[in-house]
Every structure is written in C-alpha cells, then in structure tokens.
C-alpha cells in the first residue's frame, strides 16, 4: 500500500450520499480535495465537516452532464493544485419504474449523467494525466451494470456502459501509467434514485444494504493500491442478504 498524503483528489457527486462519504475517507488520508456537485451550499457542509485547512479544498458547482460541466470541474482543479491524481467519478442518477413508463427525458438524463460525464472526463483528463506522468480514475459503477434489474433497465444499461468503456479506455492508457478502475457495489444504504422523478416504484424495504463508509473505504484501498497494481474492477456485495 502506498501513502496518498497531499495527492490531489477529485470527487464528482460529492454533495451527498457515497460522495460526502468518500470525501470523510480520503480527507483522513491528508489528500486535498476537490469536491463537485451542484448544490453549493450543501457542498459547503460536507467541505466544513472535513476540517481541512481552505488551501486544501476546493468547491466546484458543475452539471457533469454537460460537457461544459466537467471542463469547468477539470480546469478548475488543475488552477488550483496544478494537477489531479485521482478523479472519483461517482456523480449518478437513476430512476426505478417500469420500461415502458420511462421517458425519453428520464432515459437521456441517465445516461447523460452517467457514461457522457465518464466519456468527457476521460476526454479532458487522459492527455493532462499523460503529461504529469500517470493518474487513476476511479469510476463508480453498480451491481446493476452486470446483472439485469427488473424495473431498472436503463440504470442497468447505463452502468453496463460504463463498465465496458472503462475497461476499453483503460488498455489504451495503461502503458501511459494511467489507471482506470471501476468499483461496482449493490444496494447502498443512501437517498438515490428519489432525485429525478417523483413517481418512481419504493425501493424494497428489507433488503441488506452496504453503507457508504464500506463504499468509501474500498475507494481508499483502490487510491492506495501499490503504483504497479491495478485493480481494473470490483464488486461490493453484503456478505449476508437478510
Ligand atoms: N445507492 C446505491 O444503492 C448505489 C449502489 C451502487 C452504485 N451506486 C452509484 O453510486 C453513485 C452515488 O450514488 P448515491 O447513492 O450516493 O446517490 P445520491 O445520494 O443520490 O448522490 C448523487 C450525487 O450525484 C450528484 N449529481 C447527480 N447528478 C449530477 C449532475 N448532473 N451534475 C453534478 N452532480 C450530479 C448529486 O449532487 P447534486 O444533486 O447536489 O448536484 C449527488 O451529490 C452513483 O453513481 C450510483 O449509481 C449507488
């Protein structure tokens, strides 16, 4: 395991749920810490929970669904630190209704949110990453994006998306020092899905969940991996489902 003290690292979604998790985890590590979302005052919050000194965080509002959006996330951090070792794409939404009731608003903003945004930080990373000598980018995907989910089809497309993106981008990078690696975990104990619409199905009440302090640390051991070790994907499950 290797130390991450100082290394500058960039979470997406960081206003709530497994982001402001990760953001408690990697600040204990010492890094400084970019955290994005689009919400600032509740960005603020988890920022003051931190207890960083302000030279070592930095608070980006940004619609990663849009290119603009991750540019503006991306640049900004690069201003402040002068380079991004890790970028923790973990921004996400999903909607959990069935097919045939989806919208075309519901399917583009889904996958806007989660495989555009991932294709558009690659695009503004890899060549800035490929200059300061390596990076790893850590891309929050889901159980969902390998096993079918009843009523959560497009959600389920769209991790599976990432999933196989991640894994082509990644052999494209690697002799470049640039690790790119996915982290799928099943059910979360957090408030998603509840965010983009208002009509969805209730999420099952009894299942076993993961909390996000076992999300995050697993996000801390992918950071502190050996600089010759990559782990290119990993799945999170509880160990008992009742
Ligand atoms: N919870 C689960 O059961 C579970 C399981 C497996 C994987 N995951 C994955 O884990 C990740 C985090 O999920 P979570 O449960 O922590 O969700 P959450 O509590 O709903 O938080 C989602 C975060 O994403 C941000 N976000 C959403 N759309 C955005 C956009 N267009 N631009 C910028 N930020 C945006 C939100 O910030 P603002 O709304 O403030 O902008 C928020 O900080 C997602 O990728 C999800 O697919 C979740």
Known sequence: MQSVESKVVVITGASRGIGAAIALHVAREKVRVCLCGRNRKALTEVAQSLGLP???????????????????????????????????NNAGVGVRKDTPLTTDKEYDATFDTNVKAIFYSFRELIPRMKKQGGGHIINISSMAGKQGVPGMAVYCASKAAVNIMSEAVAGEVRNDNIKISVLAPGSTNTGFMSHLSKDMKPSPKDKKRLTV???????????????????????MRPLKIK
């Open 213 to 235: 302090d076992d999300v995050a640390e697993a996000v801390v051991h992918l950071m502190k991996q050996d600089e010759n070790t990559w782990t290119s994907y990993s799945e």
């Open 54 to 88: 302000k030279q070592e965080y930095l608070i980006v509002t940004a619609d990663i669904s849009k290119p603009a959006g991750m540019k503006k996330i991306v640049e900004a951090a690069y201003r402040k630190f002068g380079r991004v070792d890790v970028f923790i």
